[in-house]
């Protein structure tokens, strides 16, 4: 993380997650606040900057230069230990920006070893598909403390990890990473993992485990294989395990969605909603099954 941010009232983290080998943080500036930054450190980094300064210089090894005044929707990389250091004075608007650190002793192997390359600074740039990926990443961040959205944040950075990995090698990753299929064992394993842990957050890294691959593997293997990405398919057994239990249980629309995996009911209907087109409660009206509902 930025290990200098002076004076300390000027920026708070509003927002922090952690995965294997990546933690992400969101940092929020007072508005029209003077500060100064310093990085170092044993992780790679990468930003997503929503930030508009009045002036700031930057500075580390062949780098030292004024920053640009306007870095909404830039990029940063600084590399496992590469200094940099400056200060900066932010405008007075709402200034944020979202960090993904990547731990290479923990990352996954063929990620890692593309990072091996990675030995030079690139501050303020500009890559569409990373920015794009790290601009979900930053929407997502402040809502994923809830387990709900953990899978879903945790793949975001794990195709953040192989973009800017890309971008810092110069190569195209399709090219070097080895992909297998989601075959039918694989895809069997992956799927009983899931039916028997519903009610619980499940990490990318626990699918990916179960079908013996890489986080990265799993995720563009699972998605050729099913048509859809890990998020998208442990919601819908999610939503389709709850119509059953809807349908033959008379459980309380609350106590539904803990048993699907809902942090909370409103969560739940939102999503129930988005799915089927109908309310928990109006569901189980037109199935046949009046049990207790305390919400709809």
Not at 17 to 39: H, L
Not at 56 to 71: A, K, M, Q, V, Y
Not at 115 to 131: I, M
Not at 258 to 278: D, M, N, P, Q
């Amino acid at each position: 993380m930025l290990e200098a941010v002076q004076p300390p009232e000027v920026a708070g983290c509003v927002a922090e997650a952690t995965f294997r080998g990546m933690r992400i943080q969101q940092v929020a500036f007072t508005p029209g606040a003077a500060y100064e930054f310093a990085w170092k450190g044993d992780s790679h980094y990468l930003s997503y900057i929503d930030m508009h300064l009045t002036d700031g210089e930057t500075f580390g090894g062949s780098i030292e230069r004024r920053l640009p005044r306007d870095l909404r929707g830039k990029l940063s990389f600084i590399p496992a230990g590469e200094p940099v250091w400056g200060w900066s004075v932010v405008r007075p608007r709402h200034n944020t920006f979202t960090a993904v650190y990547f731990d290479p002793a923990t990352l996954d192997e063929e990620v890692s070893r593309r990072f091996e390359r990675a030995t030079q600074s690139h501050l303020h740039f500009e890559d569409p598909a990373l920015r794009e990926t790290m601009r979900k990443v930053h929407g997502a961040l402040p809502g994923a403390e809830s387990p709900d959205d953990s899978l879903y944040l945790e793949a975001l950075c794990v195709l953040c990890a192989m973009e800017v990995s890309r971008y810092v090698d110069g190569r195209d990753s399709r090219a070097s990473v080895k992909t297998d299929d989601l075959d039918r064992a694989r895809a069997s394993r992956t799927h009983e993992l899931i039916e028997q842990n519903l009610a619980r957050s499940i990490s990318l890294g626990e699918l990916a485990d179960a079908a013996g691959l890489s986080r990265f593997q799993f995720l563009r293997s699972f998605k050729r294989s099913t048509g859809e990405t890990p998020y998208q398919y442990v919601l819908r057994l999610r939503i389709e395990k709850a119509q059953q239990l809807l349908r033959e249980q008379a459980m309380s629309v609350e106590a539904v969605a803990t048993a699907v995996g809902f942090s909370s009911s409103t969560r739940f209907i939102r999503a129930f909603r988005l799915k089927t087109g109908s309310t928990p409660g109006s569901y189980r009206a037109s199935n046949g099954r009046r049990g207790e509902t305390t919400s709809s």
